[in-house]
């Protein structure tokens, strides 16, 4: 009796996320587990390297910077999946759970882990694409009201974006061990820490991001050349070691799910060797 009345206690109740040692751990991952990094990491890099210098040349052709912006998001998603999903289990696990994990290949994970990040992106699209359809319209035809509606429906779309990000952000820890039971149960993990969990997930890649920028201030503007050429390198190498910051939502989803259903099955085991 004791014991269900502390499992049902468990279940109503909000372990809060600590922030500050979720985001550091994520942050010295790459320095703790440099060779790890080297070996999932260099591939993806070489092969985003290959489809940069195709989009520059598509460019060059006076192609759409769009289209060839847009091939250059779809094929990162593609190539540092593999990665993804191997950083993930490595923050989760640890070292010797990736001792045996190919540097590069796609298995029925990394598909389901691929599929799942389309869905995402797809639905995310579509609930943005009506609201700005909407002022698009308004905007041609001056219509001030509608105009406003849109932009109402707008910040609405974008706010239950992120909202739902937030609350479906474990479906991918989850996909990348091997642990996926659905939505739902994604869902209600994530319950009581969105805060904590934005949080995470903005400090865990704003370093990357301050450190591109700087970069990017800090190069300005070359001709095509050699100097261009090694800027080029330098921003993917700064694109794809964020990637690694993924490792603050995976240590999220260990501390929330993965710890709190180990002291739930090491409680039961206790209690039974205090009655005997």
Known sequence: MPIDQTNSQRRFTVIELPILPIVRESLLLPFKCLPELVKFGKMPFLLILAVDVFCYGLEREDISRNLSGGLMAIMHLIIFTPFSVAW????????????????FAYSRTQWLYLLATA??????AFSLAIPGILARYAQRNSETQL?????????????????????????????????????SAAWKQTAGNIERLAAIFILSYLP???IRQAF?????????GIVEAVRGIVDQLLVALATTALAGTALAYKTLVLDQVHDADAEPISASGQGR
Do not use: S
């Open 88 to 103: 993930t289990k490595l923050a989760i696990r640890g070292r010797t759970a990736v001792a045996n994990h190919p540097a």
């Open 147 to 183: 105009m406003m509606l849109a932009w109402m429906l707008l910040i609405g779309a974008l706010g239950l974006m992120v909202i739902g990000c937030l609350r479906l952000a474990f479906v991918f820890p989850a996909i990348a061990i091997g642990r996926y039971v659905g939505i």
């Open 208 to 210: 990357y991001w301050l």
């Open 216 to 224: 990017e201030w800090f190069m300005d503007y070359h001709p095509p």
């Open 119 to 124: 869905v995402l992106i797809v639905a995310l």
